[in-house]
């Protein structure tokens, strides 16, 4: 069974960082594009940050210069390094990826179950 796991989320005061993990697990044949997105009470799901199997990412302009995404392919693992945190920041932090089942012949996503960013202070 195919899983993302993200850990990492929290209470930090406006300025602070937090740094967002999601790890995939189960019986994988390959990882194609990872990403972040996430979601304010009452708002639509948006995208973050994305981050492609070659390492290219691209961000949301709401967090360029804030935010950075990294993968570790080995581990199977995208991060959020999230630094000047804002309060307008506070969402539900999902993490995405496209990624090819052992077997399956075709990719598919998947989503984490989401965790939790308030910047309060």
């Known amino acids: 069974q195919v899983q993302l796991v993200e850990s990492g989320g929290g209470l930090v005061q406006p300025g602070g960082s937090l740094r967002l993990s999601c790890a995939a697990s189960g019986s994988i044949f390959s990882i194609d594009a990872m990403g972040w997105f996430r979601q304010a009470p009452g708002s639509q799901r948006e995208v973050v940050a994305t981050?492609?199997?070659?390492?290219?990412?691209a961000y949301a302009d709401s967090v360029k210069g804030r935010f950075t995404i990294s993968r570790d392919n080995a581990k199977k693992t995208v991060y959020l390094q999230m630094n000047s945190l804002k309060p307008e920041d506070t969402a539900v932090y999902y993490c995405?990826?496209?990624?090819?089942?052992?077997?399956?012949?075709?990719?598919?996503?998947?989503w984490g179950q989401g965790t939790q960013v308030t910047v309060s202070s």
């Open positions: 995405n990826a496209a990624l090819r089942p052992s077997g399956d012949r075709y990719f598919r996503t998947y």
């Open positions: 981050i492609t199997s070659g390492s290219n990412p």
